[in-house]
């Protein structure tokens, strides 16, 4: 596999990211960087991010963890971060995500896990609740969803309208030529950025850290195509049965879904009306924020993550 690796300098001095890197070798000899802070003992929570981002995405919220006392591991999943990046977009595909994130699980032994999962975090991670829930504790779903055919076919024109065309015109930018992942975060003009939110000139350089070339930026650029919008093999009945493991988890389960997020709306609902463990609970909607709500709201989301207990 034709493989990029990012400069570690690239990383030196990133503003609020003071953490020592640490990796795990997944698939064919990928090596998957984490963070992983707090007492070795403490209660695992374990943050994933979405695209174009990494785990910077949650500097604001590991130290409100950590304070916690909860073990934070913040995983970059391949292709993005400090973790490995095949540098052909067919090598990315719903199926090897989840693959290389289950070795992940597999290699730290992680159990009685708090899943907090945003954008693709959730896309990816969610199946693992679905298919191995006795590994995991509670879940936070924020700005995500899990797009099994049976769910989306469920879907009301009035619900899936509005994501629809928001995901249609990120769809379209994500194959500008132009495109950053500082661009996708702080941009006005970005689909995902509904809030208009602003990044100092030192949190654009450390959102595009990762990607020095247009060869580290495959992973980022493939995502949006991964979206299965129908019952295509192999990724449909994976989905199907992660619902059906999702159908059956009891544990704690809480949307915070932002105020301003309209691509990944429609999957709120779904969420609290088929996962036992979301019913009869109060789930927040997170003010003043949009796509990428951990820049906004951290400590709202770190509030949100703790009332699981």
Same mark, same amino acid.
Request: aromatic share 12%; proline share 9%; hydrophobic share 40%.
């Given at each position: 596999?034709?493989?990029?690796?990012?400069?570690?300098?690239?990383?030196?001095?990133?503003?609020?990211?003071?953490?020592?890197?640490?990796?795990?070798?997944?698939?064919?000899?990928?090596?998957?960087?984490?963070?992983?802070?707090?007492?070795?003992?403490?209660?695992?929570?374990?943050?994933?991010?979405?695209?174009?981002?990494?785990?910077?995405?949650?500097?604001?919220?590991?130290?409100?963890?950590?304070?916690?006392?909860?073990?934070?591991?913040?995983?970059?999943?391949?292709?993005?971060?400090?973790?490995?990046?095949?540098?052909?977009?067919?090598?990315?595909?719903?199926?090897?995500?989840?693959?290389?994130?289950?070795?992940?699980?597999?290699?730290?032994?992680?159990?009685?896990?708090?899943?907090?999962?945003?954008?693709?975090?959730?896309?990816?991670?969610?199946?693992?609740?679905?298919?191995?829930?006795?590994?995991?504790?509670?879940?936070?779903?924020?700005?995500?969803?899990?797009?099994?055919?049976?769910?989306?076919?469920?879907?009301?024109? *009035?619900?899936? =309208?509005?994501?629809?065309?928001?995901?249609?015109?990120? #769809?379209?930018?994500? %194959?500008? $030529?132009? +495109? /950053? !992942?500082?661009?996708?975060?702080?941009?006005?003009?970005?689909?995902?950025?509904?809030?208009?939110?602003?990044?100092?000139?030192?949190?654009?350089?450390?959102?595009?850290?990762?990607?020095?070339?247009?060869?580290?930026?495959?992973?980022?650029?493939?995502?949006?195509?991964?979206?299965?919008?129908?019952?295509? *093999?192999?990724? =449909?009945?994976?989905?199907?049965?992660?619902?059906?493991? #999702?159908?059956?988890? %009891?544990? $704690?389960? +809480? /949307? !915070?879904?932002?105020?301003?997020?309209?691509?990944?709306?429609?999957?709120?609902?779904?969420?609290?009306?088929?996962?036992?463990?979301?019913?009869?609970?109060?789930?927040?909607?997170?003010?003043?924020?949009?796509?990428?709500?951990?820049?906004?709201?951290?400590?709202?989301?770190?509030?949100?993550?703790?009332?699981?207990?």
């Amino acid at each position: 596999m034709d493989i990029e690796r990012t400069p570690d300098e690239r990383f030196d001095g990133l503003p609020g990211w003071p953490y020592e890197p640490r990796y795990a070798t997944v698939g064919d000899g990928l090596r998957m960087h984490y963070v992983d802070e707090g007492p070795p003992d403490g209660p695992v929570v374990v943050l994933a991010h979405g695209e174009p981002t990494w785990g910077y995405l949650y500097r604001k919220m590991i130290p409100g963890l950590v304070a916690s006392g909860r073990r934070v591991l913040v995983p970059d999943l391949i292709g993005f971060g400090r973790s490995d990046k095949p540098a052909d977009r067919a090598a990315y595909t719903y199926e090897s995500h989840v693959a290389w994130t289950g070795a992940w699980l597999d290699r730290l032994g992680l159990t009685d896990i708090t899943l907090f999962g945003q954008d693709w975090g959730g896309f990816v991670f969610l199946v693992h609740v679905g298919l191995t829930p006795d590994r995991f504790a509670g879940v936070v779903a924020a700005n995500t969803g899990l797009a099994a055919p049976e769910v989306m076919a469920a879907f009301t024109p *009035e619900e899936f =309208a509005p994501a629809a065309s928001a995901f249609l015109r990120w #769809l379209e930018q994500s %194959e500008s $030529p132009d +495109l /950053t !992942a500082s661009w996708a975060v702080g941009s006005p003009d970005s689909a995902l950025n509904q809030t208009a939110h602003v990044l100092t000139d030192e949190e654009a350089a450390a959102y595009d850290a990762p990607f020095p070339s247009e060869r580290h930026f495959a992973g980022a650029r493939q995502f949006p195509q991964l979206v299965p919008l129908d019952a295509t *093999e192999p990724p =449909a009945s994976m989905l199907n049965r992660a619902w059906a493991g #999702l159908a059956d988890f %009891e544990k $704690p389960f +809480l /949307t !915070a879904f932002a105020q301003h997020e309209d691509i990944t709306r429609a999957f709120e609902q779904a969420f609290q009306a088929h996962v036992p463990g979301a019913q009869g609970r109060n789930h927040p909607t997170i003010p003043g924020a949009g796509h990428f709500l951990q820049e906004q709201q951290p400590d709202l989301l770190v509030d949100a993550i703790l009332s699981l207990g």
